[in-house]
């Protein structure tokens, strides 16, 4: 109810309207965010701040390799596919320290860190249930 008041205020439309299944709202979103001004720290080291969105995003999208979509769609069978899932996935963190560190203020370098000690403390429970599911489909 909050979301439909606030979106009657901002005289917006919801994705379902805008094109056949909503599919214009998603490429108006996309474009969009191609064109948004990259906004750099003056005083942080530009290159760590921008590399490290980048770092992150790429090693989220190349977990997606190794997980099997469907009998067919496998992009990559490999025998060691969920601990190499495992590791790039835990590559991420280091995105976010180096976009707190590259921004040269102590206040987002602690966010950093607290994002990236919150995926981290993540990263075993997850590790830990697919390790038993993957144990258990062995047998």
Known sequence: LER???AGIQQCIGPEYAGPLGILQA?????KLLFKENILPSRGNTRLFSIGPVIAVISILLSFLVIPFSSRLILADLNISIFLWIAISS???VGLLMLGY???NKYSFLGGLRAAAQSISYEIPLTLSVLSISLRAIR
């Open 4 to 6: 439909e008041i606030s």
């Open 27 to 31: 490429l108006a979103n996309r474009t």
């Open 91 to 93: 590559i991420a963190p």
């Open 102 to 104: 590259g921004s040269n």
